[in-house]
């Protein structure tokens, strides 16, 4: 490590680190768009003339796709033909210049390309590779089609969610999601070890795996009780009352916790002293029990309040509670603007409104960079490889970069 860099209060943390990525649509994207976040810098392969297929998704952003916007700022683009030995030949040569390769093609796709990470590795022991699937490298769905819903089916999560009379899956790709954070803080924890040891590392992630381990506390359940969890909507299946709850304009969540705040929530708001310790409502386990009466309880009393009114007298009590909103509620949220966490970020389009990462360091923001146009950095790319603009451009007709 540069002694300098060092004594840079202000340097991104990943700051001097190169990612090659082969990935489309959301979970590779979305581990590579943290890293560039933290200040790798990310070179995305895409295929020529068409790119990552999740920039056809839709046209909601100034007629560029909502989850590509989302998942590529701050990436260099470059189009490739994986098709041909000169397009497969030029990735091989920046993949032998990274520090880090992810790719989340079907399966065998990477062996067959020439990019497996035991041949990448064996000339190039400090490299991390992260291959990225549905169901792993071994087993009886290894090579089947692996969308999000799809796993979400697969693991139990679709169980879990909804109503008592419809399963849902998730609003927001949660499978996708949580690969994607693995695979990001694999790659964080295999660089720090390769700072000791100089040693890379193969890492694989999966979409079924990473689901699986956030379904932990149902599948204890079912494992060791035998309880399938239920679905119960917004609400809880070990925990009453809370759920939505009708307020004379609106509604509200409330999530009681402990016993304490059941005591809290209907002595100090409610003023109803003669429920704390009723004998059917006093512990949890008990409010679980008779979880229909609990809630109609709590309902009839919350229908006295505005949402406004009685979201502030929850918070005077130190009692947990939301107000139910929708994306715009999101977007015009009091938190995110008193906080400044909106940045502009440019696009082929014009400037878009992005929100900074979740994570905050004290002495350097993240960046926000631009969202690549297909192909946008070949030319750069490629003459940091030793092209010429005429092999470049000769390439270029030919179809092999773009």
């Not at 992260?130 to 490298?137: A, D, H, R």
Request: glycine fraction near 10%; charged fraction near 25%; hydrophobic fraction near 45%.
């Amino acid at each position: 490590m540069n002694p300098d860099m060092e004594n840079d209060p202000g340097l991104l943390p990943l700051d001097g680190i190169t990612v090659v990525a082969l990935e489309q649509a959301v979970a590779a994207p979305l581990a590579t768009r943290h890293l560039a976040d933290m200040g790798a810098r990310v070179i995305k392969i895409e295929r020529v003339g068409e790119g990552d297929f999740a920039r056809n998704y839709d046209d909601a952003v100034f007629g560029q796709a909502s989850h590509f916007v989302w998942l590529n700022r701050s990436k260099e683009s470059i189009g490739v033909d994986l098709k041909s030995e000169v397009g497969r030949d030029t990735v091989a040569q920046l993949i032998a210049k990274a520090d880090v390769f992810i790719q989340n093609l079907a399966p065998d796709a990477a062996d067959r390309l020439g990019f497996g990470a035991d041949a990448l590795r064996a000339g190039h022991p400090e490299l991390i590779v992260v291959n990225m699937s549905g169901y792993g490298s071994a087993g009886p769905r290894r090579e089947r089609k692996a969308y999000d819903m799809l796993v979400q089916a697969e693991t139990g999560m679709i169980s879990v969610t909804g109503t008592p009379d419809t399963a849902t899956k998730t609003g927001v790709p949660v499978s996708d999601i949580a690969a994607g954070m693995y695979a990001m803080t694999s790659v964080l924890g295999a660089l720090f070890r390769r700072q000791r040891t100089g040693v890379g590392a193969r890492i694989d992630v999966s979409m079924f795996d990473a689901t699986a381990e956030w379904l932990g506390h149902p599948m204890y359940m079912k494992m060791y009780a035998d309880k399938q969890i239920p679905r119960v909507g917004l609400g809880h299946a070990a925990i009453v009352p809370y759920d939505s709850y009708p307020t004379l304009d609106g509604q509200i969540l409330i999530g009681v916790q402990n016993d304490r705040g059941w005591r809290q929530l209907v002595t100090d708001v409610f003023k109803r002293p003669d429920l704390a310790d009723h004998p059917r409502f006093a512990t949890n386990m008990l409010r679980v029990q008779h979880r229909a009466e609990v809630d109609a309880l709590v309902a009839e009393e919350t229908q006295r309040f505005t949402s406004a009114a009685l979201d502030q007298a929850l918070a005077d009590s130190g009692i947990p509670a939301a107000e139910l909103n929708d994306l715009g509620g999101l977007i015009e949220h009091p938190q995110l603007e008193r906080r400044d966490r909106w940045r502009d970020v440019g696009t082929e389009a014009g400037p878009i409104r992005a929100m900074l990462p979740p994570m905050t360091f004290s002495d350097v923001e993240m960046r926000m960079g631009d969202v690549p146009a297909l192909g946008a950095h070949t030319d750069l790319i490629l003459g940091e490889l030793g092209w010429s603009a005429e092999d470049i451009a000769n390439r270029r007709a030919e179809g092999v970069v773009g």
